[in-house]
């Protein structure tokens, strides 16, 4: 699946109503692997919640890359 642009996994668990996240962030060579319970459904929002998280952080590296403040002025 898709969301966002970045492709994830659900895979069935062991257990009842376990899941487990595979999540090809693009900075990873190896995707990111997490569990989930609950539904299908909440497997899925979790993942994309993930994904939203990952981005928001990308976003605010540009931004923090982009605008350092300038070095102060040294009085001599």
Request: charged share 25%; proline share 7%; glycine share 8%.
């Amino acid at each position: 699946m898709t969301y966002e642009g970045i492709e994830y996994v659900i895979r069935a668990g062991l257990g009842r109503h376990e899941w487990t996240l595979l999540i090809s962030f693009p900075d990873k060579a190896e995707p990111s692997v997490s569990q989930a319970n609950g539904s299908r459904g909440d497997a899925i929002a979790t993942a994309q919640k993930r994904i939203d998280g990952w981005m928001t952080r990308q976003r605010r590296k540009a931004r923090l890359t982009t605008h350092q403040p300038n070095p102060p002025n040294s009085c001599e």
